[in-house]
Antibody
């Protein structure tokens, strides 16, 4: 059974940093691209970042480029999102999502339960 | 970047109604389109991929069609469990952009 478990969310001040983790199980982690998708309170889904199965290709939404860094440790079956210079508009539930293929141009067949990030003073 | 536009934003319907949601892409995405259902406080759930392929375990009352820039999600007979928000997503490019969502409400 595929499971994705996010952690690391919480309250952080504007300008601060946070690192999200997503522990994966139930599939061959390195064979699939992974992404982070967020949802601000009462709003729709926004793709944030994605990386290929091997981790060699990374992509970011313009809204987070230069501030967020996606990475993965295939030996630990874990996906990460390092978030720096956080802004109020980054407040959202962050989901990790498994892609259907090793490349990022794929749909998401499994999602984690999400972790809430609140950026506020 | 490819932009996705859904319509309507909100839809009021009754149990048993046939419901159609439209998704338009700002440029051709062939058939690289997925549909998701999301209920309050829950993660999205994949319904349809490659525009018209039904994900395993999804009821057959859900169907998808279209190609290029215009796509539709149809629920043939709306059930109580179907009241939710639906999103389209393009995966022709790496960004995986979503539509803004369509909330299906009880009439």
């Amino acid at each position: 059974e595929v499971q994705l478990l996010e952690s690391g969310g919480g309250l952080v001040q504007p300008g601060g940093s946070l690192r999200l983790s997503c522990a994966a199980s139930g599939f061959t982690f390195s064979s699939y691209a992974m992404s982070w998708v967020r949802q601000a309170p009462g709003k729709g889904l926004e793709w944030v970042s994605g990386l290929s199965g091997g981790g060699g290709s990374t992509y970011y939404a313009d809204s987070v480029k230069g501030r967020f860094t996606i990475s993965r440790d295939n030996s630990k079956n874990t996906l990460y999102l390092q978030m720096n210079s956080l802004r109020a508009e980054d407040t959202a539930v962050y989901y990790c999502a498994k892609a259907s293929t090793v490349t990022t141009d794929a749909y998401f067949d499994y999602w984690g339960q999400g972790t809430l990030v609140t950026v506020s003073s | 970047d490819i932009q996705m536009t859904q319509s309507p934003s909100t839809l009021s319907a009754s149990v048993g109604d046939r419901v159609t949601i439209t998704c338009r892409a700002s440029q051709s995405i062939s058939s690289w389109l997925a549909w998701y259902q999301q209920k309050p406080g829950k993660a999205p759930k994949l319904l349809i991929y490659k525009a018209s392929s039904l994900e395993s375990g999804v009821p057959s009352r859900f169907s998808g069609s279209g190609s290029g820039t215009e796509f539709t999600l149809t629920i043939s007979s709306l059930q109580p469990d179907d009241f939710a928000t639906y999103y389209c997503q393009q995966y022709n490019s790496y960004s995986g952009a979503f539509g803004q969502g369509t909330k299906v409400e009880i009439k």
